[in-house]
């Protein structure tokens, strides 16, 4: 196992974790973007299985935020604006009314210190950044840490630690988009999703939150015995219309089993499988991903990638009955994702 690291556009540094394998996980130290995965095909074919630029000047902005860490809140808020203790905060407002993703100096922005690691069957990286009380409207001084982990079994792992100094919300993410085929020959349409969810978060035309819960059942959004996605990227469900025909919705995890989500490609024969102790995720098809990016592998196109941002739902702010993301003041924040590659 081996990492390397190199200077790119003489102001990021863009580290490269390699497993005996010859699996890669490749990231920037700013906003800590995953690049590249690549991971073997069924047949042992090293490639490509995520979305990024081809010329690394256009991370700066990054309006789709790809490979992007996000916080300290992924996804929408309401008006920008929340209630703690009786006290009112307002967020930036960067899209429309509503606060997005952290807003526009969120944790995708963030040059992060970085620290590698290496033990016998992993190495990895923790980057860490102190994000001042009242950045961006939000409260608290938090000092977060997000470890990148590549092991000798193809599983990559980001575990995400805070604390923060005072009462605030938090619940970070990352904007990774998937695309199995390798090299992105294709949108991923044909993927196919298993997902441990009963029920997910309606949306209204703005993709905010209603607070109400639909039962996936006889819908394109049950995945509990699997789906191709295309179903819901063709599905007249109001719901997948909203969203610009796709999905881009909330799913909360059963609580009776391990949540996961398991997604097999069949041309490549790759399987990713993902494991969180998060309630839920945010599945995204790329439905606003246009014709005019120059990505790594070729142009980008509408559905190119799917994101699965394992995170607690923000519409907890504004509506009763969802998973909470406040954080107490000195209680540690400490959530897993785990991503692990098979083939079949
Ligand atoms: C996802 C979506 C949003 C947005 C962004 C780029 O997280 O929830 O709708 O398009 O990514």
Known sequence: M????EKVLNKWVETTLTNNNGMQVRFLNFGGIITEIIVPNRD???ENVVLGYRQYEEY???PNYFGAIIGRVAGRIQDASFHLDGKRYELENNEETRHLHGGSGGFHQVMWETSPFQTNNQIGVQLSH???DGEGGYPGRVNVTVTY???NKNE???DYQAISDKKTILTLTNHTYFNLTGQQKETVGNHFVNMNSDQFIELNQNLLPTGKLIDVTHTPFDFRKGKRLIEGLKATHPQNITVGHGYDHYFLFNKDAEPSIIVKEDTSGRILEINT???GVV???GNGLDNQLQLREGMSKKYLGVCFETQGPPASLHQQGLPSILLEANEPYKKQTRFAFHRY
Request: cysteine-free.
């Open 60 to 62: 700066e902005q990054n």
């Open 2 to 5: 081996k990492i390397t690291s």
């Open 149 to 151: 982990t590549l092991t």
């Open 156 to 158: 990559f792992f980001i």
């Open 277 to 279: 102790d998060q309630p």
């Open 130 to 132: 102190t994000s001042p």
């Open 283 to 285: 599945m995204y098809t």
């Open 44 to 46: 042992g074919v090293l």
